[in-house]
């Protein structure tokens, strides 16, 4: 079973920017989308977006604008970048295989440890 790792977290100041990277141990799927999620302190794991095998992003509402997904299929590596980060994007980021089931995503591998990011002066 391909495996994810996510990668480049850190400490930034508030309004900086930061690249994640999201590694497949393999060929990542023909099949499933990606998805980025994100886990703040005391809250629950929420999605900010999915990018399909044919490079179509999807976002959460909320994450429009400041949040960019991209695949580079040739290092079998997706990316999250963030954009004039905030005090309230602190979380542990994840990367997840999934699909769309009508209005539902269905994620269906081993959730990782992720990469923390925390934003502060």
């Known amino acids: 079973q391909v495996q994810l790792v996510e990668s480049g977290g850190g400490t930034v100041q508030p309004g900086g920017s930061l690249r994640l990277s999201c590694a497949s141990s393999?060929?990542?799927?023909?099949?499933?989308?990606i998805g980025w999620h994100r886990q703040a302190p005391g809250k629950q794991r929420e999605l900010i977006g999915a990018?399909?095998?044919?490079?179509?992003?999807i976002y959460v509402d909320s994450f429009k604008g400041r949040f960019t997904i991209s695949r580079d299929d040739a290092k079998n590596t997706v990316y999250l970048e963030i954009a004039d980060l905030k005090s309230e994007d602190t979380a542990i980021y994840y990367c997840?295989?999934?699909?769309?089931?009508?209005?539902?995503?269905?994620?269906?591998?081993?959730w990782g440890q992720g990469t923390q990011v925390t934003v502060a002066s």
């Open positions: 997840n295989t999934g699909y769309r089931d009508g209005n539902i995503w269905r994620w269906v591998g081993t």
């Open positions: 393999g060929r990542m799927s023909s099949v499933y989308a």
């Open positions: 990018i399909k095998p044919s490079g179509i992003t």
